[in-house]
């Protein structure tokens, strides 16, 4: 559905996005993870041929965005962080204004959107009347009115209150589960995308530094938490003899690849040290992705 | 499908406030005029310039000439004022408020999105001028009565006409045409800027800002030899349809030349458009 091949953006002498090269296959729910700044927005907007890119090639649903933009974003719908209407028109009348920018639309299927987004009985009041999370489901109802195969949707959380956090997702699973939509989200909330997602590639200085499944992120050894009364010892310890290959906040170690919570146990009971306790933790993409930020950081240091 | 864009685009242009500013201002600017010259000294002048002329006053102090009287200085002042207001919001507004971002996630063209919002600035350019002499002459006709039509102009566009009552209404309708060609480009001008990266504040000063230099080269004697260069030097051609005989020809080559500046306009601020990234 998306394929970006060695896109390159450029803004002047800064370079935002740097041969970015990923694919999205129909049907899935595809997180974009990255700080602010990471490129992210700039990709999606090379998706949707509202930034051009300096190099390289961006098909949505079989056709180049550059050369085709019209065909490509046939069958797309999106939402952006913050949704943004004109608050001086009902939502109806916003909606009507929308869609035709895409094709004819019948008032039926503009209730039917309203319906399935929860406006029933508002879509003829102000904009300016609605809630925060009112709007985000009027931005999911423009963005479903064209019948969407893709749909892409940049931080659809931000701003949102906690229940309207929880709101959002739920309508994600369900759009995916009822309309067999294939997404694409940005989001910076990690949470999100780790109940989400089934694919993710996270972005740093513009560059995809990690692309895989969500359950492959999840069979990655992920901390595990070590009580002894001396953690800097026995750490020091490990570390030299290649067992473990980082430490984090005092309390937690990453085990290098191939050994247990049982061989640590043992060897360091065996070197002498104490060992109260000693838990795994599932990795969530959290710490996936934190343990990824801190090694790219440690890496541009060295 | 262009009817519906065009209409949808309607709703956006009248659903505002702003839209009807200039609206709002005529009235009152008018209703001032229209008392000012009741009951100030501006009436007595006229019917003496008129008797001077040995024509009777009391048949051309009428709604027609009192209407035209009002509607040379908002012409020339209020009227650029508000078609640039509305032409540089035309892309810039759109872009500033996140609204663009969401129109340019669907599948119309660029060029079309610029050709439906240019109509529809065309449009509004057109009701303006239409209701800038609809609302002029009624409010003359409440104080004045309906008779004859005195014109009177100074150089650099001498005029001294007088019309009979149906020759003056003809006169002044079709000059309406003629206003509304020079809307349209003023309005072209703050489209145009309104494409490139900068605020709906910024495309309209540069718009008024490229009218008023152009006015004011224009009546520097040196560049009296390239003064159609000026596109302020066409705005005037609605004054000459008064004159008599009536000069065709300039009349002609101003419109044709107002025209092409607001293709030129449309086409340089497309490209603009075009090739410009939109981001949040």
Same mark, same amino acid.
Do not use: C
């Given at each position: 559905m998306i394929q970006l091949l060695n896109v390159r953006k450029k803004f002047g002498q800064r370079l935002v996005v740097a041969d970015l090269s990923l694919q999205v296959e129909r049907g899935e729910i595809y997180g974009l993870l990255g700080h602010n700044g990471a490129g992210k927005s700039t990709a999606i907007g090379m998706m949707l041929g509202q930034v051009w890119p300096t190099a390289g090639e961006v098909r949505i649903c079989g056709h180049d965005v550059a050369a085709n933009r019209g065909a490509a974003l046939r069958a797309v719908g999106a939402i952006f962080e913050t949704p943004v209407f004109y608050d001086y028109l009902s939502g109806w009348r916003n909606l009507q204004i929308l869609s035709t920018y895409t094709a004819p639309t019948s008032e039926a299927r503009i209730q039917?959107?309203?319906?399935?987004?929860?406006l029933t009985g508002r879509e003829h009041s102000?904009?300016?009347?609605?809630?925060?999370?009112?709007?985000?489901?009027?931005? %999911?109802?423009?963005? @479903? $009115?064209?019948?969407?195969?893709?749909?892409?949707?940049?931080?659809?959380?931000?701003?949102?209150?906690?229940?309207?956090i929880h709101e959002m997702r739920e309508t994600i699973l369900r759009l995916q589960r009822e309309l067999g939509l294939t997404i694409? %989200?940005?989001?910076? @909330? $990690?949470?999100?995308?780790?109940?989400l997602c089934t694919r993710i590639a996270i972005l740093q200085g513009g560059r995809k530094v990690f692309e895989g499944s969500v359950a492959e992120v999840k069979s990655v050894h992920g901390r595990v938490e070590l009580k002894t009364p001396d953690f800097p010892g026995a750490t020091r310890w490990l570390r030299e003899r290649g067992l473990i290959t980082a430490t984090?906040?005092?309390?937690?170690?990453i085990l290098s690849a191939g050994h247990s919570t049982a061989e640590i146990t043992q060897t360091l009971v065996a070197a002498g040290f104490a060992v109260e306790g000693i838990w795994q933790h599932e990795q969530t993409v959290e710490d996936?992705?934190?343990?990824?930020?801190?090694?790219?950081?440690?890496?541009t240091k060295s | 499908?262009?009817?519906?864009?065009?209409?949808?685009?309607?709703?956006?242009?009248?659903?505002?406030?702003?839209?009807?500013?200039?609206?709002?201002?005529?009235?009152?600017?008018?209703?001032?005029?229209?008392?000012?010259?009741?009951?100030?000294?501006?009436?007595?002048?006229?019917e003496r310039l008129l008797a001077g002329n040995g024509y009777p006053a009391s048949d051309y102090i009428s709604a027609l000439t009192v209407a035209l009287v009002m509607l040379t200085p908002q012409i020339l002042l209020l009227m650029p004022l508000y078609v640039t207001l509305v032409g540089g919001d035309m892309v810039a507004k759109e872009t500033e408020d996140g609204t663009l971002r969401m129109i340019l996630s669907r599948p119309i063209s660029r060029v079309r999105l610029l050709w439906v919002k240019w109509m529809a600035g065309t449009f509004f350019s057109v009701v303006l001028v239409l209701a800038l002499g609809g609302i002029a002459l009624g409010f003359a006709r409440i104080l004045f009565p309906w008779k004859g039509m005195f014109v009177f102009?100074?150089?650099?566009?001498?005029?001294?006409?007088?019309?009979?009552?149906?020759?003056?209404?003809r006169l002044y309708l079709f000059s309406h045409l003629l206003m509304a060609m020079n809307a349209i480009a003023m309005m072209s001008v703050a489209a145009m800027f309104s494409c490139f990266n900068m605020k709906p504040a910024a495309a309209t000063i540069l718009a008024l800002s490229y009218l008023f230099m152009s006015m004011v080269l224009e009546h520097i004697p040196f560049f009296e030899a390239y003064q159609n260069w000026f596109i302020t030097h066409h705005f005037a051609s609605w004054v000459l349809l008064f004159q008599s005989p009536t000069p065709w020809a300039q009349i002609i080559q101003s419109e044709i030349i107002l025209l092409a500046t607001s293709a030129t306009a449309f086409v340089i601020g497309a490209l603009a458009f075009q090739v410009r990234d939109i981001k949040s």
């Open positions: 039917e959107v309203i319906a399935w987004v929860g102000k904009v300016r009347t609605y809630s925060h999370g009112m709007r985000a489901r009027l931005a %999911l109802a423009q963005a @479903l $009115l064209p019948k969407p195969e893709l749909l892409i949707l940049d931080e659809p959380s931000d701003g949102l209150d906690p229940e309207g694409l %989200l940005s989001s910076h @909330l $990690l949470n999100e995308v780790d109940q984090l906040e005092g309390r937690f170690i996936f992705y934190m343990g990824l930020v801190s090694q790219q950081k440690e890496t | 499908m262009l009817r519906a864009q065009l209409q949808n685009e309607l709703w956006k242009l009248f659903g505002k406030r702003r839209t009807y500013i200039g609206f709002g201002a005529f009235v009152l600017a008018q209703s001032t005029m229209l008392l000012m010259f009741k009951y100030t000294r501006w009436e007595s002048q006229f102009g100074e150089p650099p566009h001498p005029v001294f006409s007088l019309f009979p009552p149906g020759e003056g209404l």
